[in-house]
């Protein structure tokens, strides 16, 4: 599922950068140290790619180049503030975390970050700036931060991608090779919520089944890895429940609107004092309590893959087709 946050603060996304998204859990600090990395054709243009930097992430939180400090885009007319950025986060059903995460298959990882990559792609084709009459135009450069993560904060195998889109993209100048840098007009991003989604489910469901693994979409068109049941499900699912159980607490009807307000009473802070190699052992112990054989899983897999199982692009539409009906019932 892709979900676009509103617009964040630079506070609030400095908050989360140095309490949240830096601090790596037990794959990303193998990968990446903890940092995040750079993405997308705006950062191309500013010289940014591999790692992120703390003082180039600080830098265009406050609209300026991270190159030289210039003040890249100047804050709201009026207000005097600044729309920093949005948070696009990337996840996958619990089934796929369970399979990457606890049975260790790596591959299904990157199947994850490929298929957010190719939808965040997508959105930013739809990248908007107003020009110099103030009507919108495409800009289709945008400026990303990504930053992976594994756990949910009830300590859940939660596979998940952050990309913290900032508030700056490149407008065409008058002379060519010479753009000018503005805000983004950010309506259509949201508009583009529900394609994006689609794409990332089809996509993840086209590069999980080229590693020979059976997946349908549920109910709610999120594309599952067949073979493990609700019961596993949801005993990985706990941070769910807690944001299920406030909901009906607070009588809610348990739409989106009533979960994103339940998950913000709930929110609590990220624990950083767990050993990754006893969380690993933990997972690794409820999933055999619950008799998941995710080993059984992953040779079932490899014997598809090897008889030559893949995906259709018939599959790949239908996965689309059933994200976006979901998407569209419950996020409007």
Not at 106 to 134: G, M, Q, S, W
């Amino acid at each position: 599922m892709i979900r676009i946050s509103e617009a964040l603060s630079c506070e609030r996304v400095a908050t989360y950068f140095k309490g949240d998204y830096t601090i790596g859990d037990y794959y990303t600090a193998d990968r990446v140290g903890g940092t995040g990395t750079w993405q997308g054709r705006g950062a191309e243009r500013l010289g940014l790619a591999g790692d992120v930097s703390p003082d180039d992430f600080f830098a265009l939180l406050r609209g300026q180049s991270p190159r030289d400090g210039c003040q890249l885009v100047a804050a709201e007319t009026g207000s005097g503030k600044h729309r920093a950025a949005w948070d696009v986060q990337a996840a996958p059903d619990k089934s796929v975390s369970l399979v990457a995460l606890v049975g260790g298959d790596r591959r299904v990882i990157d199947a994850h970050l490929t298929a957010a990559r190719r939808a965040l792609a997508e959105l930013e084709e739809h990248a908007l700036v107003k020009d110099r009459k103030r009507r919108p135009v495409a800009s289709r450069n945008l400026v990303i931060a990504r930053f992976d993560h594994d756990s949910s904060r009830a300590l859940d195998p939660h596979l998940h991608s952050h990309h913290v889109v900032f508030n700056l993209t490149e407008r065409a100048g008058r002379r060519s090779g010479h753009g000018e840098w503005r805000a983004l007009e950010p309506r259509d991003l949201f508009a583009e919520q529900l394609h994006v989604t689609a794409i990332y489910q089809a996509e993840l469901a086209r590069e999980l089944q080229a590693l020979g693994y059976e997946v349908r979409a549920d109910a709610q068109g999120l594309v599952r890895i067949a073979g493990i049941s609700e019961e596993v499900i949801e005993s990985f699912s706990k941070r769910r429940r807690q944001i299920l159980d406030e909901v009906a607490r607070r009588g809610g009807a348990g739409n989106y609107a009533d979960r994103q307000r339940a998950a913000l009473y709930t929110r609590a802070p990220k624990r950083h004092d767990i050993d990754p190699a006893e969380l690993r052992a933990a997972w690794r112990d409820e999933a055999a309590r619950n008799g998941l054989d995710l080993d059984r899983l992953r040779r079932a897999a490899d014997a598809r893959r090897a008889a030559g199982a893949g995906v259709s692009a018939a599959d790949a539409l239908a996965q689309a087709r059933a994200s976006v009906a979901w998407a569209a019932d419950h996020h409007t």
